[in-house]
Nanobody
Framework: QVQLVESGGGSVQAGGSLKLSCAASGRSFSTNAMCWFRQAPGKERELVASISWNGVSTYYEPPVKGRFTISRDNAKNTVYLQMNSLRLEDAAVYYC?????????????????????WGRGTLVTVSS
């Protein structure tokens, strides 16, 4: 089992920045591909970004590419999401998710149904 706890959400004005963190505990963190998803009210949960087990490969969905950065520190069992130039449409609950024992150096799009473990989410609010 892997337990994931997100933090860093909050309220920010459009154009501002936030950095989310996801702390993992339990089974080995470094063998998992990690993802950030988000879900806005009335919408389906969607992938934001993914990162390989060793951090060498990242993937971003088009709406956030160039503005968000996913990273991880396996020594700290933590994955991060730096969000810059936030827009109103970025407002959502952000979830950290793990795909266990995913050893590929390449990551790409993952559906939320692919994930093995989830955090409870952290709310990001963006105001004009």
């Amino acid at each position: 089992q892997v337990q994931l706890v997100e933090s860093g959400g909050g309220s920010v004005q459009a154009g501002g920045s936030l950095k989310l963190s996801c702390a993992a505990s339990g089974r080995s963190f470094s063998t998992n591909a990690m993802c950030w998803f988000r879900q806005a009210p009335g919408k389906e949960r969607e992938l934001v970004a993914s990162i390989s087990w060793n951090g060498v490969s990242t993937y971003y969905e088009p709406p956030v590419k160039g503005r968000f950065t996913i990273s991880r520190d396996n020594a700290k069992n933590t994955v991060y999401l730096q969000m810059n130039s936030l827009r109103l449409e970025d407002a959502a609950v952000y979830y950290c998710a793990a795909l266990k024992d995913y050893y590929s150096d390449a990551v790409g799009y993952f559906d939320y149904r692919d994930m093995d473990y989830w955090g409870r989410g952290t709310l990001v609010t963006v105001s004009s």
